[in-house]
């Protein structure tokens, strides 16, 4: 089924003749079986092909998770579109620019937000704007009801795009990662095998689905194994321990691990699980020694990217070593090189890591000069984050380049929040870093130099960004300094700063 649409061939194969299997479990009870989903899914499928979306074409979505945004993906898919979700903290502000870069024929966002982004959107050239509501409500779902039934794939291969995800850029500007179907598919099947993933596997999906964990690693798993979910709004520490008991995996970020611990339920719930993983930011080690201590299970952490989907993991059986990420995944090459010379080093040194496998994206839309700024000419791709090889094969993430922060789960470039405080009357210039946080594992902190007779505080910095900036990139905490630290060359000391500043949310 769906032969010549290279990634809907692979996330139906595992479901195919078990139409009455059940895919989707939602809180209040609904089970939704493969059949069912599949054929709303065809039917958003034939809704974009008559709303005149054509192969190549950017679907753009800004809504709440729902079973109805699954079949959107999904559709999108088969109608070989380009799926493209925003965060839905994302500000009009933010959207506004998506839009114009990405250009998408359809926008479907929040009803609460039409008003502010329609004319944004008919600006751009998008032809149409759609609803989706937290309940499924909506025109978007109107248009999918009233079509008929079925709908012939479209022939897509393996590089063709199927989905592009925003990644902030270090100079503010975003960049749109394009994925294609082969890295998808490739690495959704890879991750199956080494998570050993079945139809027998039912895993508690908590995460949100307008990023790659959320909607790449958990769902496609899930598909490509023909398993079931538990597929929640949120997380939700009470609802997350409750379905424990009928599940056999969870996906999650640090900070999940970290709340679920301070459950009273957590340990006798926990104990039939088969593994936890963990992603999208570092684990503490003492939180993956306190989970085994509660649970009796050992975390198992992986390591990826929006550019590459996920890279390595720990091993399923073997030892789940804390502070790493493991070995690379089955197709994947992985090397540590000199960031200044390119030249590979030997195991246990520091360094650039470097990618290359199917589970690569193709380049940056619209920016061939960053693209190739980024990929080697063998194929590599540079990621940016430094790491080390040790004697037994783990690759170890030491730092990130360009000053990332990943706070909650969620990626935080400094430039972009820079310039929005550096605008703001009365300060000087700011600096922006990433300090220790028990629950969120990083927290956005602002350094900032008022001008010469300002008097600034704290509530006016945050004030003055919040309707530029999601919610998850304003930072935590602002303090004040007479100055920033800098080298002779005048760049921003920022490892001062953090070294500095460490203790803030001890």
């Known amino acids: 089924m769906y032969d010549d649409n290279h990634l809907a061939s692979h996330l139906r194969r595992a479901s195919l003749g078990r139409e009455d299997a059940v895919f989707l479990i939602e809180p ?42 699954l079949q959107l993906y999904l559709g999108s898919v088969l109608a070989g579109a380009v799926f493209v979700p925003l965060n839905t903290a994302y500000t009009a502000a933010e959207v506004e620019y998506f839009l114009g870069d990405a250009q998408p024929a359809l926008l479907v966002c929040d009803p609460a937000r039409q008003e502010a982004l329609a004319p944004m959107a008919r600006a751009a050239g998008v032809r ?100 079931s979910c538990i597929f929640l709004p949120g997380f939700d520490a009470d609802a997350i321990v409750a379905a424990m008991p009928q599940a056999t995996a969870l996906m999650g970020v640090p900070t999940f691990y970290t709340r679920l611990l301070n459950h009273p339920g957590l340990a006798e719930a926990a104990r039939g699980m088969r593994v936890f993983i963990s992603g999208s930011a570092p684990l503490l080690p003492e939180t993956h020694a306190r989970w085994r201590q509660v649970t009796g299970h050992a975390i198992l952490e992986r390591y990826g990217m929006t550019e590459t989907n996920m890279n390595t993991s720990n091993p399923y059986d073997g030892e789940r070593r804390a502070g790493t990420v493991g070995f690379p995944l089955p197709g994947v090459e992985l090397r540590i090189c000199d960031p200044e ?116 505080t704290e509530a006016q910095i945050l004030e003055g960004i919040a309707g530029d900036l999601a919610r998850f990139k304003q930072p935590r905490r602002v303090v004040f300094v007479d100055e920033l630290p800098r080298n002779t060359m005048g760049k921003v000391q920022k490892a001062a700063l953090r070294e500095r500043f460490k203790g803030l949310f001890a």
């Open 128 to 227: 149409e704007v759609l609803t989706l509501a937290a309940d499924e409500g909506g025109t978007l779902t109107a248009r999918r009801d009233a079509c008929a039934p079925g709908f012939a794939a479209v022939a897509r291969g393996p590089e063709e795009l199927a989905a592009m995800l925003y990644t902030s850029g270090t100079t503010g500007r975003s960049k749109g990662a394009m994925l294609p179907h082969r890295a998808l598919s490739s690495n959704a099947e890879a991750l199956a095998q080494v998570w050993r993933f079945t139809a027998d596997d039912v895993l508690i999906h908590a995460l949100p689905v307008f990023h790659s964990h959320g909607l790449f690693v958990a769902t496609n798993v899930t598909l490509v194994a023909g398993a």
């Open 341 to 456: 010379t390119g030249a590979e080093l030997p195991r246990g040194e520091i360094g650039m890591i470097e990618l290359r496998g199917p589970n690569l994206f193709t380049g940056y839309w619209n920016m061939p000069e960053k693209t190739a700024e980024e990929m080697r000419a063998d194929g590599f791709f540079i990621t940016g984050d430094l790491g080390l090889i040790d004697a037994d094969g783990y690759v170890h993430i030491v730092g990130r380049g360009k000053d990332l922060v990943i706070s909650g789960g969620f990626n935080v470039y400094p430039r972009e929040v820079e310039v929005a405080i550096d605008a703001l009357p009365g300060v000087e210039e700011s600096a922006v870093i990433g300090v220790p946080h028990a629950d969120l594992g990083e927290a956005v902190v602002a350094v900032v130099v008022p001008q010469a007779g300002a008097s600034l």
């Open 28 to 69: 209040g009870g609904r089970r939704i079986s493969y059949g069912d989903f599949f054929a709303d899914a065809e039917r958003m499928a034939r809704m974009l092909a008559e709303a005149g979306v054509a192969p190549g074409d950017r679907v753009m979505v800004q809504a709440p998770k729902t079973v109805a945004m």
